[in-house]
T-cell receptor, first 116, second 116 residues
């Protein structure tokens, strides 16, 4: 069975602060895929990043960075110099390589509030 | 490309009524799924399909039916609506990659359903 835990329910920061969203996962698959999605107040789900289990290289995209560590089963997401527009619910998701495990399992989400 | 299209965007039902939420994708994706989103619960899988003619239950299937007669369409039927089914519903689709390849799930805009 797959499981994704986002222990932080809500995070509140002031603009320009750095913030890290935690994601811990469980899976028996040796090949798997991890994702982060953003859900702004408008409600749509916006894909941010995918990471394969065999690629532990960390990634930076502008103010966003992701730290994937298989040893701790974590895939954390950091926003540097947060902005009000970053206010959203962020979901971490995991899926396996085939069959029913191919359908993503989502964490409960972390609500990020960035105050001006 | 339209991507994943869900209709309607909003719906109010009376307890006991039935209805169908429509979902269509034009990306020729094999996998399609339905999630419901409730406050603090993240996205929970209702039903999914790995191809035309094949469906299976997810985490919260009770009260819902699905069918997949074509690759493009994956409707979700509420048989007898209950207030507990008040939620936001998302349809998603994804491509089946070969070997280590895979893609993220593409989501529709969501349907906000209220059962009174």
């Amino acid at each position: 069975a797959q499981k994704v835990t986002q222990a932080q329910t809500e995070i509140s920061v002031v603009e320009k602060e750095d913030v890290t969203l935690d994601c811990v996962y469980e899976t028996r698959d040796t090949t798997y895929y991890l994702f982060w999605y953003k859900q702004p107040p408008s409600g749509e789900l916006v894909f941010l990043i995918r990471r394969n289990s065999f690629d532990e290289q960390n990634e930076i995209s502008g103010r966003y960075s992701w730290n994937f560590q298989k040893s701790t089963s974590s895939f954390n997401f950091t926003i540097t110099a947060s902005q009000v527009v970053d206010s959203a619910v962020y979901f971490c998701a995991l899926r396996g390589p085939s069959g029913g495990s191919y359908i993503p399992t989502f964490g409960r989400g972390t609500s990020l509030i960035v105050h001006p | 490309n339209a991507g994943v299209t869900q209709t309607p965007k909003f719906q109010v039902l009376k307890t006991g009524q039935s209805m169908t939420l429509q979902c269509a994708q034009d990306m020729n994706h094999e996998y399609m799924s339905w999630y419901r989103q409730d406050p603090g619960m993240g996205l929970r899988l209702i039903h999914y399909s790995v191809g035309a003619g094949i469906t299976d239950q997810g985490e919260v299937p009770n009260g819902y039916n699905v069918s997949r007669s074509t690759t493009e369409d994956f409707p979700l039927r509420l048989l007898s609506a209950a207030p507990s089914q008040t939620s936001v519903y998302f349809c998603a689709s994804s491509y089946v990659g070969t070997g280590a390849r895979g893609t993220e799930a593409f989501f529709g805009q969501g349907t906000r359903l209220t059962v009174v």
